[in-house]
């Protein structure tokens, strides 16, 4: 068996706010024979967790699965192999800022709750 990454892609729509176009890019860890059976096996996944939220019986939010973006298939599992990578590409320098800060605040949020989870 081999080690696939797969990115399974949902539509999440929200009757709340009916404007905003969302979606869910999610990355799975499968095993499979082949390239082939992991897509199989990823489409199955996103296809199992398709799910409609209600609230006071009324249909709020609705997760649609998309298709399987992406297969990836991994050589090794080791210590500090590249499972993902994705470049950002911007366009202007104040965007590049402000991508360079949000990154910043995301690794201080999360230093904050591992030094939270110590005690």
Do not use: C
Not at 20 to 42: H, Y
């Amino acid at each position: 068996m081999n080690w696939y990454i797969t990115k399974i892609v949902f539509n999440v729509s929200d009757e709340r706010n009916p404007s905003a176009t969302l979606f869910d890019e999610q990355l799975r860890l499968v095993t499979a024979e082949s390239a082939e059976e992991a897509f199989i096996k990823a489409r199955t996944l996103g296809l199992s967790q398709e799910e409609i939220h209600y609230r006071d019986t009324v249909k709020t939010e609705k997760w649609e699965f998309i298709n399987v973006s992406e297969v990836v298939p991994l050589e090794n599992l080791k210590d500090g192999i590249a499972l993902y990578s994705h470049i950002h590409e911007t366009k202007e320098t104040k965007e590049a800022s402000a991508y360079v800060n949000v990154i910043h605040q995301k690794a201080i949020a999360i230093r904050l709750d591992a030094g939270a989870a110590q005690y």
